[in-house]
């Protein structure tokens, strides 16, 4: 890694920390700058204000868990579902933990919720694509046999993420000493429990799935 890179990365780093402690309104370069160990001049090098900085924090959170959903209706007639599905629930509620605060700051910057609106719609990007890939790959499995043939993906998906999302909400609400007010308040068995209420089927033969998968329509 470079010098430069490094300096970018310490300044996304100390921004991460500065927006999450103080809140986007109240942050500031020279906070931020502060924090990194560099002066305001240097952060300026990098990034054209706090704005900037916020937006390159949010899309780095994001980043491991775009990878997992774009790979994930590829997946399909790989491992196991409920093995798939545990992964995804424990990155959706990484995410939502993480960077769920961060991203309900865009809200009350209706001019950055405006530009980052502009940045997913060039990228042909945005949430939703979340939901349309996890239904896919439960569409997928649905056809191999995996998932009930009565279960409908995009309302499974749906009840899924939704479901990592409020209990994210209830725990940045409640904070640290109020968790243990949720109906499950442990990470792991919420994500066990969430996957088991998925409504599994009978899977085909190997060589059946196998035929059945050569026939998937491309996502």
């Not at 994001?62 to 994930?72: E, K, S, T, Y």
């Not at 209990?167 to 066990?192: I, K, S, W, Y």
């Amino acid at each position: 890694m470079s010098r430069a890179e490094t300096t970018r990365e310490r300044i996304l780093a100390a921004a991460s920390t500065v927006i999450r402690e103080q809140g986007l309104a109240h942050t500031t370069t020279k906070e931020i700058a502060r924090v990194a160990g560099y002066s305001e001049a240097t952060l300026y090098k990098h990034f054209q204000g706090k704005e900037d900085l916020f937006l390159a924090v949010l899309r780095i959170r994001l980043a491991p868990f775009i990878g997992l959903m774009v790979r994930l209706p590829e997946k399909a007639g790989t491992g196991t579902v409920p093995a798939h599905l545990t992964e995804l629930g424990h990155e959706m509620l990484r995410v939502y933990e993480d960077s769920g605060q961060l991203a309900m700051a865009l809200f009350a910057e209706p001019v950055l919720l405006e530009r980052q609106r502009a940045a997913f719609s060039r990228m042909g990007g945005g949430p939703q694509h979340a939901n349309a890939l996890f239904a896919e790959y439960l569409r997928r499995e649905r056809q191999l046999g995996r998932i009930a043939p009565t279960a409908n993906p995009v309302a499974l998906a749906n009840l899924f993420l939704g479901a990592c999302f409020h209990r994210a909400f209830l725990v940045a609400f409640l904070g640290p000493t109020g968790r243990d007010q949720l109906l499950e308040h442990d990470p792991d068995r919420f994500v066990e429990e969430l996957v088991a209420a998925i409504p599994y089927g009978p899977t085909p033969p190997a060589g059946e799935r196998s035929e059945t998968a050569s026939h998937l329509a491309p996502w």
